[in-house]
T-cell receptor
Framework: DTGVSQDPRHKITKRGQNVTFRCDPI?????LYWYRQTLGQGPEFLTY????????KSRLLSDRFSAERPKGSFSTLEIQRTEQGDSAMYLC???????????FGQGTRLTVV | QKEVEQNSGPLSVPEGAIASLNCTYS??????FFWYRQYSGKSPELIMS????GDKEDGRFTAQLNKASQYVSLLIRDSQPSDSATYLC?????????FGKGTRLSVIA
Protein backbone atom coordinates (compact mmCIF):
# COMPACT_ATOMS: atom_id res chain seq x y z
CA ASP A 1 0.00 0.00 0.00
CA THR A 2 1.79 3.10 -1.24
CA GLY A 3 -0.92 5.53 -0.12
CA VAL A 4 -2.16 8.55 -2.06
CA SER A 5 0.59 10.24 -4.03
CA GLN A 6 0.57 13.83 -5.30
CA ASP A 7 2.93 15.56 -7.67
CA PRO A 8 4.49 18.08 -7.50
CA ARG A 9 4.81 18.77 -3.79
CA HIS A 10 5.49 22.45 -4.38
CA LYS A 11 4.80 24.74 -7.31
CA ILE A 12 5.66 28.40 -7.72
CA THR A 13 4.15 30.06 -10.75
CA LYS A 14 3.66 33.52 -12.12
CA ARG A 15 0.21 35.03 -12.25
CA GLY A 16 -1.51 34.17 -15.49
CA GLN A 17 0.31 30.88 -16.06
CA ASN A 18 -1.40 27.49 -16.19
CA VAL A 19 -0.54 24.74 -13.73
CA THR A 20 -1.44 21.06 -13.56
CA PHE A 21 -1.32 18.78 -10.54
CA ARG A 22 -1.46 15.00 -10.49
CA CYS A 23 -2.93 12.61 -7.92
CA ASP A 24 -2.50 8.84 -7.78
CA PRO A 25 -5.04 7.33 -5.36
CA ILE A 26 -4.76 4.13 -3.37
CA UNK A 27 -5.07 1.47 -6.06
CA UNK A 28 -8.37 -0.19 -5.10
CA UNK A 29 -10.13 3.09 -4.22
CA UNK A 30 -12.79 4.15 -6.70
CA UNK A 31 -13.53 7.55 -5.16
CA LEU A 32 -11.12 10.44 -5.59
CA TYR A 33 -11.53 13.91 -4.10
CA TRP A 34 -9.84 17.26 -4.57
CA TYR A 35 -9.78 19.80 -1.74
CA ARG A 36 -8.14 23.17 -1.27
CA GLN A 37 -6.84 24.46 2.05
CA THR A 38 -5.66 27.90 3.02
CA LEU A 39 -3.97 28.93 6.25
CA GLY A 40 -6.19 28.62 9.30
CA GLN A 41 -9.04 26.96 7.39
CA GLY A 42 -10.21 23.41 7.04
CA PRO A 43 -10.02 21.69 3.66
CA GLU A 44 -12.66 22.99 1.23
CA PHE A 45 -14.20 20.57 -1.23
CA LEU A 46 -13.56 21.22 -4.92
CA THR A 47 -14.67 18.15 -6.85
CA TYR A 48 -14.85 14.37 -6.74
CA UNK A 49 -14.88 11.33 -9.01
CA UNK A 50 -16.32 7.88 -8.78
CA UNK A 51 -14.16 5.89 -11.15
CA UNK A 52 -13.88 8.13 -14.22
CA UNK A 53 -17.14 10.01 -13.66
CA UNK A 54 -16.96 13.48 -12.15
CA UNK A 55 -19.97 13.46 -9.82
CA UNK A 56 -19.90 16.84 -8.13
CA LYS A 57 -18.18 20.20 -8.42
CA SER A 58 -18.17 22.89 -5.78
CA ARG A 59 -19.17 26.47 -6.53
CA LEU A 60 -15.57 27.23 -5.52
CA LEU A 61 -14.47 25.55 -8.74
CA SER A 62 -14.51 28.42 -11.23
CA ASP A 63 -14.30 27.85 -14.97
CA ARG A 64 -10.53 28.28 -14.71
CA PHE A 65 -10.36 24.96 -12.88
CA SER A 66 -10.76 21.61 -14.58
CA ALA A 67 -10.27 18.10 -13.30
CA GLU A 68 -10.09 14.77 -15.05
CA ARG A 69 -9.76 11.13 -14.16
CA PRO A 70 -9.60 9.59 -17.61
CA LYS A 71 -9.27 5.90 -16.83
CA GLY A 72 -10.57 5.88 -13.31
CA SER A 73 -7.07 5.73 -11.88
CA PHE A 74 -4.96 8.89 -11.52
CA SER A 75 -6.48 12.36 -11.68
CA THR A 76 -5.26 15.76 -12.79
CA LEU A 77 -6.35 19.20 -11.63
CA GLU A 78 -5.55 22.09 -13.95
CA ILE A 79 -5.78 25.76 -13.09
CA GLN A 80 -5.70 28.14 -16.02
CA ARG A 81 -4.68 31.81 -15.83
CA THR A 82 -3.63 31.51 -12.19
CA GLU A 83 -4.40 34.34 -9.78
CA GLN A 84 -2.76 35.19 -6.46
CA GLY A 85 -5.94 34.01 -4.71
CA ASP A 86 -5.28 30.51 -6.02
CA SER A 87 -2.29 30.21 -3.68
CA ALA A 88 -3.17 27.34 -1.34
CA MET A 89 -2.49 23.71 -0.51
CA TYR A 90 -4.27 21.44 -2.99
CA LEU A 91 -5.13 18.13 -1.39
CA CYS A 92 -6.19 14.89 -3.01
CA UNK A 93 -7.89 12.09 -1.10
CA UNK A 94 -9.31 8.70 -2.01
CA UNK A 95 -11.77 6.29 -0.45
CA UNK A 96 -13.03 2.82 -1.18
CA UNK A 97 -16.71 3.65 -1.03
CA UNK A 98 -19.19 6.31 -0.11
CA UNK A 99 -19.25 7.15 3.63
CA UNK A 100 -15.98 5.38 4.31
CA UNK A 101 -12.64 6.72 5.41
CA UNK A 102 -10.80 9.04 3.06
CA UNK A 103 -7.01 9.15 3.00
CA PHE A 104 -5.09 12.20 1.91
CA GLY A 105 -1.94 12.60 -0.14
CA GLN A 106 0.90 14.88 0.89
CA GLY A 107 -0.66 17.83 -0.94
CA THR A 108 0.65 20.28 -3.54
CA ARG A 109 1.48 23.70 -2.21
CA LEU A 110 0.87 26.32 -4.91
CA THR A 111 2.30 29.81 -4.68
CA VAL A 112 1.26 32.34 -7.32
CA VAL A 113 3.57 35.35 -7.52
CA GLN B 1 -25.49 25.02 3.93
CA LYS B 2 -23.88 22.10 5.73
CA GLU B 3 -21.63 23.34 8.49
CA VAL B 4 -19.18 21.82 10.90
CA GLU B 5 -18.18 23.99 13.82
CA GLN B 6 -15.09 23.68 15.97
CA ASN B 7 -13.47 25.96 18.49
CA SER B 8 -10.29 27.19 16.81
CA GLY B 9 -8.32 27.22 20.06
CA PRO B 10 -5.54 27.09 20.89
CA LEU B 11 -6.36 24.49 23.49
CA SER B 12 -3.44 24.13 25.86
CA VAL B 13 -3.11 21.10 28.13
CA PRO B 14 -0.20 19.87 30.27
CA GLU B 15 1.60 16.70 29.31
CA GLY B 16 -0.20 13.64 30.67
CA ALA B 17 -3.60 15.34 30.87
CA ILE B 18 -6.75 14.56 28.89
CA ALA B 19 -7.41 16.79 25.89
CA SER B 20 -11.06 17.18 24.91
CA LEU B 21 -11.91 18.40 21.42
CA ASN B 22 -15.47 19.16 20.36
CA CYS B 23 -17.36 19.47 17.11
CA THR B 24 -20.97 20.24 16.18
CA TYR B 25 -22.59 19.76 12.80
CA SER B 26 -25.69 21.13 11.16
CA UNK B 27 -26.83 18.30 8.84
CA UNK B 28 -28.98 16.00 10.96
CA UNK B 29 -28.79 13.32 8.28
CA UNK B 30 -25.01 12.97 8.59
CA UNK B 31 -23.95 9.35 8.76
CA UNK B 32 -20.17 9.17 9.08
CA PHE B 33 -17.84 11.15 11.30
CA PHE B 34 -14.07 11.43 11.26
CA TRP B 35 -11.22 13.04 13.14
CA TYR B 36 -8.05 14.02 11.32
CA ARG B 37 -4.78 15.27 12.78
CA GLN B 38 -2.80 17.84 10.82
CA TYR B 39 0.69 18.94 11.69
CA SER B 40 1.79 22.36 10.51
CA GLY B 41 2.59 22.31 6.78
CA LYS B 42 1.47 18.69 6.38
CA SER B 43 -1.67 17.04 5.04
CA PRO B 44 -4.50 15.67 7.23
CA GLU B 45 -3.99 12.21 8.71
CA LEU B 46 -7.01 10.10 9.64
CA ILE B 47 -6.97 9.07 13.30
CA MET B 48 -10.55 8.04 14.14
CA SER B 49 -13.83 7.20 12.44
CA UNK B 50 -17.19 6.72 14.13
CA UNK B 51 -20.53 5.79 12.60
CA UNK B 52 -22.95 5.08 15.49
CA UNK B 53 -23.87 6.73 18.76
CA GLY B 54 -21.62 6.09 21.70
CA ASP B 55 -17.91 5.79 22.28
CA LYS B 56 -15.18 4.25 20.17
CA GLU B 57 -11.73 3.75 21.63
CA ASP B 58 -8.43 3.28 19.84
CA GLY B 59 -5.35 3.42 22.02
CA ARG B 60 -5.18 6.83 23.69
CA PHE B 61 -7.98 8.19 21.50
CA THR B 62 -11.72 8.00 22.17
CA ALA B 63 -14.31 9.35 19.77
CA GLN B 64 -17.79 10.09 21.08
CA LEU B 65 -20.88 10.60 18.95
CA ASN B 66 -24.30 11.92 19.93
CA LYS B 67 -26.49 12.23 16.85
CA ALA B 68 -29.44 13.63 18.76
CA SER B 69 -27.31 16.56 19.91
CA GLN B 70 -25.38 16.66 16.59
CA TYR B 71 -22.16 16.51 18.55
CA VAL B 72 -18.87 14.65 18.07
CA SER B 73 -15.91 14.77 20.39
CA LEU B 74 -12.39 13.41 20.57
CA LEU B 75 -10.63 12.66 23.83
CA ILE B 76 -6.87 12.20 23.93
CA ARG B 77 -5.65 10.54 27.10
CA ASP B 78 -2.10 10.93 28.46
CA SER B 79 -1.45 13.81 26.07
CA GLN B 80 2.07 14.03 24.70
CA PRO B 81 3.92 16.98 23.16
CA SER B 82 3.83 15.04 19.88
CA ASP B 83 0.02 15.36 19.95
CA SER B 84 0.40 19.12 19.40
CA ALA B 85 -1.34 19.68 16.07
CA THR B 86 -4.59 20.90 14.55
CA TYR B 87 -7.46 18.43 14.84
CA LEU B 88 -10.05 18.50 12.07
CA CYS B 89 -13.57 17.17 12.44
CA UNK B 90 -15.17 15.91 9.21
CA UNK B 91 -18.73 14.82 8.54
CA UNK B 92 -20.51 13.23 5.60
CA UNK B 93 -24.00 12.23 4.60
CA UNK B 94 -23.92 11.05 1.01
CA UNK B 95 -21.51 13.69 -0.23
CA UNK B 96 -17.81 14.34 0.16
CA UNK B 97 -16.50 15.17 3.61
CA UNK B 98 -17.31 18.56 5.07
CA PHE B 99 -14.58 19.80 7.38
CA GLY B 100 -14.52 22.16 10.30
CA LYS B 101 -11.77 24.75 10.56
CA GLY B 102 -9.96 22.67 13.14
CA THR B 103 -8.89 23.08 16.74
CA ARG B 104 -5.24 23.77 17.47
CA LEU B 105 -3.99 21.67 20.39
CA SER B 106 -0.83 22.51 22.28
CA VAL B 107 0.51 19.99 24.80
CA ILE B 108 2.89 21.65 27.21
CA ALA B 109 5.81 19.55 28.54
Amino acid sequence: DTGVSQDPRHKITKRGQNVTFRCDPISEHNRLYWYRQTLGQGPEFLTYFQNEAQLEKSRLLSDRFSAERPKGSFSTLEIQRTEQGDSAMYLCASSLQQYTEAFFGQGTRLTVV
Amino acid sequence: QKEVEQNSGPLSVPEGAIASLNCTYSDRGSQSFFWYRQYSGKSPELIMSIYSNGDKEDGRFTAQLNKASQYVSLLIRDSQPSDSATYLCAVTRNTPLVFGKGTRLSVIA
